[in-house]
T-cell receptor
């Protein structure tokens, strides 16, 4: 069964510093997508970054980048130059195909606190 | 281009009442997903719909819950005879297609409180 594990319930980072949020997943699929979503106190789920399993190059979106280790089934998110607005819950998600449709599995989230 | 619109933002119901949650997908999106989020937990898949069709309802409780996405109008998640355990945030998401490259875009959610 596909699972997504975020082992860090909470992380803190000093403003302007770098923080890495970890995510591991379990799958027997070879073709899938991985995502990081951000959920600020407003509760909206915002797509931060995505990675296709077939692409070896790590995805990057401005201050956000991932370290995708396919063999280890690891998909960590690195936030550089952290800003106060980065404070939120971060969810790792895995998308896979089953019975002709696509499903997402979400981790339980990591709460990121940014300290001024 | 408006995002995914959910209403109401907050909904309070007494036990035994019905709750109706609405979701209008992003313009050009024909795939709608409903997720439930309990406090301090991740999102749990409930149902996946395309226009007039339920594609996957494997995450829906067998009783009291139903969903639809009619040809015209928003998608509706309906919970009959609500109980306290139904209290949660319910998120709707849409995508342009069901393809693997198409990410989900989420609404702001509806927080249901059952008293």
């Amino acid at each position: 069964a596909q699972t997504v594990t975020q082992s860090q319930p909470e992380m803190s980072v000093q403003e302007a510093e770098t923080v890495t949020l970890s995510c591991t997943y379990d799958t027997s699929e070879s073709d899938y997508y991985l995502f990081w979503y951000k959920q600020p106190p407003s509760r909206q789920m915002i797509l931060v970054i995505r990675q296709e399993a077939y692409k070896q190059q790590n995805a990057t979106e401005n201050r956000f980048s991932v370290n995708f280790q396919k063999a280890a089934k690891s998909f960590s998110l690195k936030i550089s130059d952290s800003q106060l607005g980065d404070a939120a819950m971060y969810f790792c998600a895995y998308r896979f195909s089953t019975s002709g449709t696509y499903k997402y599995i979400f981790g339980t989230g990591t709460r990121l606190k940014v300290l001024a | 281009n408006a995002g995914v619109m959910q209403n109401p933002r907050h909904l309070v119901r007494r036990r035994g009442q019905e709750a109706r949650l609405r979701c209008s997908p992003m313009k050009g999106h024909s795939h709608v997903y409903w997720y439930r989020q309990l406090p301090e937990e991740g999102l749990k898949f409930m149902v996946y719909l395309q226009k007039e069709n339920i594609i996957d309802e494997s995450g829906m409780p067998k009783e009291r819950f139903s969903a639809e996405f009619p040809k015209e109008g928003p998608s509706i998640l309906r919970i009959q005879q609500v109980v306290r355990g139904d209290s949660a945030a319910y998120f709707c998401a849409s995508s342009r297609s069901g393809g693997r490259e198409s990410p989900l875009h989420f609404g702001n959610g509806t927080r249901l409180t059952v008293t």
